[in-house]
């Protein structure tokens, strides 16, 4: 039996879950590439802002972030504003930081919604199947495997398929729950690193 004869017998609560998949897919494979490309592009501009940073010239800050996307570069802008103090400072890129931890979340909420819905709408299905199921028995007036065969196959092939959905969509949550973490938390020890030597900059009047 082919993937699409499976798909057909399984009824019409697949096309939801097909929905559901591609969705999975789509969101999971486009964040890993997403957080990539962040922590590659975070790491350069934290590097270049150190630098200017221990060297004493602000006037490259701005350039080290200026063509970066704005979740790097508003918490960096941070570090120009002259007239904050300390205090101020650090309250605005807690600020800052929020912000950037919000956008790599972004659309996380998706694959967990599908992770804990996906099965029950093949449970769903499961339902349907038997009803299905029954129904046929009635319409017979007869029992047996052969009467009942075809509801039983659509409920069992629903219930599996709601069940790799959720697996899928569970597994990419995870990981990329843990992965923001991890860059999140680098990111901001970056950025703490880069106002402490902005501190001893201006202590020493550079």
């Given amino acids: 039996m082919t993937g699409m004869e499976l798909f057909h017998q399984g009824g019409f609560i697949m096309y939801p879950l097909l929905i559901f998949s591609i969705l999975v897919w789509t969101i999971g494979l486009h964040k890993i590439l997403f957080l990539r490309t962040f922590a590659k592009e975070a790491e350069r501009v934290s590097a270049e802002v150190q630098r200017a940073l221990q060297a004493g010239r602000m006037d490259e800050v701005k350039w080290s972030y200026k063509n970066s996307p704005s979740i790097i570069a508003r918490p960096h802008e941070v570090l120009t ?3 904050l103090t300390p205090e101020q400072l650090n309250d605005r890129m807690s600020r800052r930081l929020s912000e950037t931890h919000a956008g790599l979340r972004q659309n996380l909420w998706i694959l967990g919604t599908i992770a804990s819905s996906a099965p ?25 495997f052969s009467v009942v065969a075809a509801g039983i196959s659509e409920s069992l092939i629903a219930t599996a398929a709601g069940i790799i959905v959720a697996v899928v969509a569970v597994l990419f949550y995870n990981f990329l729950q843990t992965r923001v973490n991890a860059i999140g ?16 900059s201006r202590r020493q009047g550079k």
């Fill in 185 to 200: 938390q680098e990111f901001r020890l970056r950025l703490e690193d880069a106002a402490e030597l902005l501190a001893i």
């Fill in 120 to 144: 029950f709408i093949g449970l769903f299905g499961t339902v349907l199947g038997i009803m299905e199921s029954f129904k046929a028995i009635g319409s017979s007036g007869k029992s047996g």
């Fill in 81 to 83: 504003e002259d007239t």
